[in-house]
């Protein structure tokens, strides 16, 4: 399918952060989970821009489930200086995903830690009219659903995204299981965000995290994406973490220029 976003500017800063969210306070949030701070785009525009991060990926976060209003509204004002991956049920009309594609959206989300109404049966039903428009599948998931993910990408044409280091937190056996289904995961394709360190039972500065992030490196190869997790939900809105404290740990783990090559990765997934 030939849509295509406005080009990118080439005066801007090349790097990507492929993870962040902003929140509209005045938006209706789910009932049951958290209400979060007014987060606009600008914010993490200025910030990221200070860090050398030109390009952003607004990834729809649970609190809104389906609705994807402020994420659209959000790469509206871009000029298609950046990508979105939205969560959708089954039942989107073609025209709407049409409209997706061409105000930036690559990508679906799938959520299996904090569920928000879409599954692996909405994952199959969407597949064939993702693959249509170069979208992929992005998985938030803990290690044990890594060997499901594995089973429902077999045969589909999406291309699987794995959030958060796949998962593999920094308590997980090195003969764990889950290794075994990213190594197949690998086998497939699949691309893996470097990004929310402090979700995977480590702290700041995360060195826990540095035999991980190099093991799935080298399964990975050069599919490999970084992202903030910026405004960091996690946190207290007055405490949250400096922005290249979150970047520090690629750059630790697997050396400068590697961490550059991954930071500037996202122009080909998000193309």
């Given at each position: 399918m030939a849509l295509t976003a406005p080009p990118f500017s080439p005066a801007l800063p090349q790097g990507w952060d492929t993870h962040v969210h902003v929140f509209d306070s005045a938006a209706p949030a789910q009932a049951g989970h958290y209400q979060p701070v007014h987060r606009p785009l600008a914010d993490i525009e200025a910030l990221a821009a200070a860090h050398?991060?030109?390009?952003?990926?607004?990834?729809?976060?649970?609190?809104?489930g389906t609705?994807?209003?402020?994420?659209?509204?959000?790469?509206?004002?871009?000029?298609?200086?950046?990508?979105?991956?939205?969560?959708?049920?089954?039942?989107?009309?073609?025209?709407e995903l049409d409209r997706m594609h061409a105000l930036g959206v690559r990508g679906v989300r799938f959520n299996l830690v904090s569920p928000v109404g879409n599954g692996p049966e909405t994952m199959k039903t969407l597949a064939p009219r993702l693959a249509e428009r170069g979208w992929h599948v992005q998985w938030y998931a803990n290690p044990e659903d890594l060997a499901t993910i594995v089973h429902l990408h077999q045969g589909t044409p999406v291309a699987c995204v794995l959030d958060h280091l796949a998962g593999l937190h920094g308590l997980l056996p090195s003969d764990d299981r889950a290794?075994?289904?990213?190594?197949?995961?690998?086998?497939?394709?699949?691309?893996?965000?470097?990004?929310?360190?402090y979700r995977l039972q480590a702290s700041a500065p995360y060195g826990l995290l540095h035999p991980a992030i190099t093991r799935v490196a080298a399964h990975m190869g050069d599919r490999l994406v970084w992202g903030s997790d910026w405004p960091h939900t996690s946190f207290a809105p007055d405490a949250l973490p400096r922005y290249a404290s979150v970047w520090e740990p690629v750059v630790n783990a697997l050396g400068h220029e590697a961490a550059l090559r991954i930071r500037d990765a996202g122009a080909r997934l998000y193309a």
């Amino acid at each position: 399918m030939a849509l295509t976003a406005p080009p990118f500017s080439p005066a801007l800063p090349q790097g990507w952060d492929t993870h962040v969210h902003v929140f509209d306070s005045a938006a209706p949030a789910q009932a049951g989970h958290y209400q979060p701070v007014h987060r606009p785009l600008a914010d993490i525009e200025a910030l990221a821009a200070a860090h050398g991060v030109g390009h952003l990926v607004l990834v729809q976060p649970s609190v809104y489930g389906t609705d994807n209003r402020v994420l659209l509204d959000a790469l509206a004002q871009s000029s298609g200086r950046h990508r979105g991956v939205v969560v959708l049920d089954g039942t989107v009309p073609d025209a709407e995903l049409d409209r997706m594609h061409a105000l930036g959206v690559r990508g679906v989300r799938f959520n299996l830690v904090s569920p928000v109404g879409n599954g692996p049966e909405t994952m199959k039903t969407l597949a064939p009219r993702l693959a249509e428009r170069g979208w992929h599948v992005q998985w938030y998931a803990n290690p044990e659903d890594l060997a499901t993910i594995v089973h429902l990408h077999q045969g589909t044409p999406v291309a699987c995204v794995l959030d958060h280091l796949a998962g593999l937190h920094g308590l997980l056996p090195s003969d764990d299981r889950a290794w075994q289904a990213l190594a197949k995961l690998a086998g497939q394709g699949a691309w893996v965000k470097l990004s929310g360190w402090y979700r995977l039972q480590a702290s700041a500065p995360y060195g826990l995290l540095h035999p991980a992030i190099t093991r799935v490196a080298a399964h990975m190869g050069d599919r490999l994406v970084w992202g903030s997790d910026w405004p960091h939900t996690s946190f207290a809105p007055d405490a949250l973490p400096r922005y290249a404290s979150v970047w520090e740990p690629v750059v630790n783990a697997l050396g400068h220029e590697a961490a550059l090559r991954i930071r500037d990765a996202g122009a080909r997934l998000y193309a």
